[in-house]
């Protein structure tokens, strides 16, 4: 049964600019507000729109089974919704979908209500859309691992013996994940060069991206009940353009014997508009073969990716114009979300609505889709050379990094937004 939201050949009857990533085939949601007194609430992305979801339930257009009568949307985050599930999902979907449409009348002819339901995104105020209670990191791309650990230990030994059985993660700090457009300050730390006898503390001179996506859980699972990998889909909500930042000097000295710490606890940007999975579902995909074949429980049949086209820029404060650094896409990953969720849950671990789940360096085969300037730059030997003769190996004060992603197949198109960070210098 194909869903009537993601028809192409649907049209709302609000002006989309073209080339707009919030077609009405798309409706991320955000939290936003008007003014820095008004209460933030949940609204969708629309054009160059927000639609107030807040204002069309308290007129009660949310009637269907699944919300009539609750406050899901007059909220200072998505979490509620997310803790419904799919069906509600679709629900509210189905509703914002119609009510957006050229062809129904109760919002397009009522002046009064679109002028309460609808502001220029250009007014308002993204909040952080998730109250992230857990933040979890994987590092499911096997090109990724591949040239880290060709760094690190040598072409034989690049990938560990057990990185094509198990989608290896660690867990990580949900209160320092931002949103796009929030300044990042350089960390201060514990380094080592190879070539000094012991450590010194100071700003990180090797910061780094890491091109990743998270995607959201929605209802979760009560402690000791693991989600079966056929059942994971139905509890992620949506997805949003992550940038993991990494500070790999300070990484490289502490990262033994246990994994990454004050390297990537300083901040973890993310982009404001959740796209959900239904609003994906036209750009599904197969992912990589997976050889050896994972054990029982994280075997996942069909197409269970979607296609997903990443850019990473860069802008320097000399340079004119963003310089794109970095193209890859999503599908390349090993391990697909399904296989993330039931791993992380199997030895009975509750997920609880609103946990970030990021995927890890999404780097390709080629040396564009490199996600990282770690291996862009090859541990810092092969310095990338930009427009105006400048040129990087890690990032500098004042630079700013965007990162995009957008969904595209046969004249459809969605998109994600963009996360957009500048780099501060160290305090003092
Ligand atoms: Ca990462």
Redesign the pocket.
């Known amino acids: 049964m194909s869903d009537p939201t993601v028809d192409p050949t649907l049209r709302s009857f609000l002006e989309i600019p073209d080339g707009s990533p919030f077609p009405i085939q798309n409706l991320p949601y955000g939290v936003f507000r008007r003014t820095a007194t008004e209460p933030p609430r949940v609204g969708v992305a629309i054009g160059d729109e927000v639609l107030d979801c807040a204002a069309l339930e308290a007129r009660r257009l949310f009637d269907g089974p699944n919300l009539a009568g609750k406050r899901i949307f007059d909220r200072p985050s998505l979490n509620p919704l997310m803790a419904l599930g799919r069906d509600a999902w679709r629900e509210a979907r189905a509703r914002i979908s119609r009510l957006l449409s050229r062809d129904e009348p109760l919002l397009r002819d009522d002046a009064t209500l679109r002028g309460a339901a609808l502001i220029p995104r250009a007014e308002v105020e993204l909040l952080l859309p998730v109250e992230i209670g857990d933040y979890t990191?994987f590092?499911s791309s096997r090109e990724h691992a591949t040239n880290v650990g060709t760094m690190f230990r040598g072409p034989d030994n690049a990938l560990m013996p057990n990185w094509l059985h198990v989608p290896v993660a660690y867990h990580g700090r949900s209160s320092s994940v931002v949103l796009s457009g929030v300044d990042v300050r350089r960390p201060m730390g514990q380094t080592k060069r190879d070539d000094e006898p012991g450590p010194r503390f100071g700003p990180s001179r090797r910061l780094d991206i890491?091109l990743?996506m998270g995607f959201f859980v929605g209802p979760g699972n009560r402690l000791g009940e693991p989600i079966p990998v056929g059942e994971a889909e139905k509890a992620i909500f949506g997805m949003v353009l992550v940038n993991?930042w990494?500070a790999r000097d300070i990484q490289k000295w502490e990262y033994v014997p246990l994994g990454p710490f004050l390297a990537?606890n300083f901040a973890t940007s993310i982009s404001p508009w959740v796209v959900t999975l239904d609003a994906l579902e036209p750009f599904r995909c197969a992912g990589p073969e997976q050889d050896p074949e994972p054990l029982p429980y994280l075997r996942s049949e069909g197409e269970r990716t979607f296609d997903i086209e990443l850019e990473v820029s860069l802008q320097t404060e000399k340079m004119a114009k963003p310089q794109r650094i970095i193209r890859s896409n999503f599908r390349h990953l090993y391990w697909n979300m399904a296989q993330q969720l039931a791993h992380h849950s199997i030895t009975g671990c509750n997920m609880r609505p609103g946990d970030l789940l990021?995927s890890?360096?999404i780097s390709g085969p080629s040396k564009e889709s490199r996600g990282s300037l770690l291996e862009l730059s090859w541990a810092g030997k092969e310095p990338i050379e930009l427009p105006g003769g400048e040129t990087r190996t890690f990032l500098e004060n004042g630079d700013r990094i965007t990162m995009t992603g957008w969904c595209r197949k046969g004249g459809r198109a969605i998109g994600f937004g963009e996360v957009t960070t500048r780099i501060l210098p160290e305090l003092g």
């Open positions: 990191d590092y890491e990743e993991d990494s990537k990021a890890g360096t």
